[in-house]
Each structure stands twice: as structure tokens, then as C-alpha cells.
């Protein structure tokens, strides 16, 4: 795939670094020179040093065969831009923009960029996993499909506490797919194990019925 | 949206012409060259920010011009105004003559100076 990165911070850098060890095509347009001498240095000659929304720029480019933008730049307006024009004027399958301000993303979606990684949201996500001081954490999603994988702890006296799985009321269609007990490994279930306080389960969850799930674990 | 010398002297044209004005900037100090009997509202924030425009008065505005020198962020600013607050005149700077054909199509009023003042200083050697 020629896939073109907008962009060529530590995210960038990374991701076409990526890119180019699974045998992608990649180009990255940057703006800022040094940073352009700096990815030629270690990754060869990928840059184009330029404003990845001007059309020229992105003519230079070769966007009208590319089957992939990405934008990660820093600027949400700039990621916006890149990927509109990509889209909408030049046709490119495939626009994914990195978003720095959470509530960008309904903005994008109405116009017209639905695919979007909320930076700030997705790093928060990670550091409460690690803080383990949350009920509810969102793993990863399948955008597309409107599923998530969350990792939800069974909370003090909650509904849960002492119950087989099968006898929870799931939302439909989730499946817990793991159960890590404090000290123990962690084991595929079956509708016969029995829950405890602090245990935690990775389930595949539709987004929409995520609060369901919460308040079956939820400490009372 | 922007409170540049451009911004500032329509703002103080359509003020003098008896408009109600409105005008956003992220830098405070930017208000500096409005007149000092300026009679709209200079109100701080980012015009990308839908709770700012809303309480900018956005869901009541007959017309939204972007004109700070960013031209991504005059076309997303000037996006969310028709898009989203279906403002029913949006004006926006882009420099970059090749994308104003681009963001016309998408319902705004995209200007670029260069291609203007390209215009105007051909007819000036040419006439």
C-alpha cells in the first residue's frame, strides 16, 4: 500500500517506521525541515518537507494514488484539513486523523471524518488500567462495529459477587472472555465459575450496553 | 473569528455601519486595535470550540468570517459555523489559491488574498 503520513513528530516518525517494516510505500509530509532531516537520517529518503493542506504539496505527493492518509500532526485543524482534502478532492480509500481535543470528534464525524484516534482519550484509558483505581476500563475499540473490549472489576458486594457467570444477566451478545483472579492465572470461564470481589474480567462489550455491564460489577 | 489587522478593521467597518458584531480571538491583547468606540463584543476563546461560538451568540449570527492566518483553522472554524450552527453566510481567508476552490464547494466563502491581490496588481501593470 502507498500509505502517506501527514506529520513527522514522535508519532509519526514511529508510525512510519512501522509502516515501512511491513513493506509499505510511505511518504510523510512534514513542515519543519529539521524535522525531516532527522527521519531521512534513520528511515531514508520518506520526506516531504512542506504544509501537508496545501494542494500543491500533496499533488507533489503523488495523493492521487495513495490508498492511505494518516494524519497525526499535533494541530486538530491540521489533521482535518489534510484529511478532507484527501478524502473529498482527491478520493484516497482511506483517511485516518489523529484527534488532540476529545471533543473533536463529533465534530469531524459531522464533517465528513469519521475515522478518528482520540490521543488524550486513549492514553487516559491506559494510565487508569495501570492505576487500577477504576471499575471500567476501555480497552479497545472496534469503531465500525460499535464493540469495545473493556476490563471491568467485580466491586465490593456487587450484584455479582459469589455468582456463577451464568446466572449474571449479560447484556446481550457480551462475552467474557477472561477472569484474572488476584494471584492466580487468569482462566478462560465457563457459565459455572463463581465470581469474587477484585476479580477481573476482559468481556467484548457493544459500546451501547457498556453502563449495563458497569452496574452489574458495580461496588454497592 | 480573528482579531488581526484584518480582522479589526472589518470589525470596525461593519460596527461603524451599524451591524451587531461579534468578534473572537484567543489573544486578549488582539482587542487592542479595536477602536476605542468600538460598540460590538470582543469575546476570548477557541472558534473551534462549539460551547465558545454558542455562547459567542453563533445559533443567532446572519453571518461568521474566519480570518486569523491559519488557514486550517479558518476552513474548520468556518466548517462548524455552516455545518453545525447553519450560519447562512460563512466567510473564510485561505491563502493557498488552489484550496479555495476546494472549500467553496463545500459551502463557504472561501477568499484567497493571494489570488485577490495577484488580480489587483496584474490589472495595476497591465492598465
Known sequence: MYVIVVGGGDLGHYLCKQLLDEGHEVLVIEKDAGKCEHIEEELGDICLCGEASEMAILEKGGISRADMVIAVTGEDEDNLAACQIAKQKFNVPRVIARINVPRNEKIFAKLGIESVVDIVYLVSEHIKAETMLFPLIRLFSIRDRGLEVVLVRVGKNSPAVGKPIGELSLPLGSVVSSVISHGEESQIPTVNTVLREGDQLICLISTENIDLLQAIFKES | ?127
Not at chain 2, 473569528?1 to 451599524?18: F, K, N, V
Not at chain 2, 468606540?37 to 473551534?48: I, K, N, V
Not at chain 2, 445559533?59 to 447553519?86: K, P
Open chain 2, 1 to 127: 473569528m480573528g482579531c488581526g489587522r484584518i480582522g479589526a478593521e472589518l470589525a470596525h467597518l461593519l460596527d461603524a455601519d451599524g451591524h451587531k458584531l461579534t468578534i473572537i480571538d484567543v489573544d486578549n491583547a488582539s482587542f487592542d486595535k479595536l477602536p476605542p468606540d468600538f460598540s460590538g463584543m470582543a469575546f476570548s476563546g477557541d472558534a473551534t470550540d462549539e460551547e465558545v461560538l454558542r455562547k459567542a451568540g453563533m445559533e443567532q449570527a446572519d453571518a461568521f468570517v474566519a480570518v486569523t492566518r491559519d488557514d486550517e483553522l479558518n476552513a474548520m472554524a468556518a466548517q462548524i459555523a455552516r455545518q453545525i450552527f447553519d450560519v447562512p453566510r460563512v466567510l473564510c481567508r485561505i491563502y493557498d489559491p488552489l484550496r479555495e476552490d476546494f472549500y467553496s464547494g463545500l459551502g463557504l466563502e472561501a477568499i484567497s488574498p493571494t489570488r485577490v491581490f495577484v488580480r489587483l496588481l496584474k490589472e495595476r501593470l497591465e492598465g
